[in-house]
Nanobody
Framework: VQLQASGGGLVQAGGSLRLSCAASGRTFSNLGMGWFRQAPGKEREFVAASSWSGGRTYYSDSAKGRFTISKDNSGNTGYLQMNSLKPEDTAVYYC???????????????????WGQGTQVTVSS
């Protein structure tokens, strides 16, 4: 499975961005998806995750109420809608896929089997 993240960019505080993650190659019918981010000098941290059906979603405290994760399973694409962005949201955002559909903890990096290359999000104050 190859994951291609896109949609990052430069936005002012309070603005919005929608990140996309396209899966290609051998796609599994039960693929859970997660989004993580890594700011300079910091560890990669969990942002949001969704089971294959979208019936289970998970968010970090910082993402709750501002970010929404969704999936278009027909197109093998996942999305992260980010609203009310803050300068502290500045980071490289990575999408990840779990072939076990998030049977393990969705917030843990080790849960995921495949990772995209990352897309830069910069929020100016």
């Amino acid at each position: 499975v190859q994951l291609q993240a896109s949609g990052g960019g430069l936005v002012q505080a309070g603005g919005s961005l929608r990140l996309s993650c396209a899966a290609s190659g051998r796609t599994f019918s039960n693929l859970g998806m997660g989004w993580f981010r890594q700011a300079p000098g910091k560890e990669r941290e969990f942002v949001a995750a969704s089971s294959w059906s979208g019936g289970r979603t998970y968010y970090s405290d910082s993402a709750k109420g501002r970010f929404t994760i969704s999936k278009d399973n027909s197109g093998n694409t996942g999305y992260l809608q980010m609203n009310s962005l803050k300068p502290e949201d500045t980071a490289v955002y990575y999408c990840a896929a779990d072939i076990s559909n998030l049977r393990a903890r969705a917030t843990m990096r080790a849960t995921y089997d495949y990772w995209g290359q990352g897309t830069q999000v910069t929020v100016s104050s």
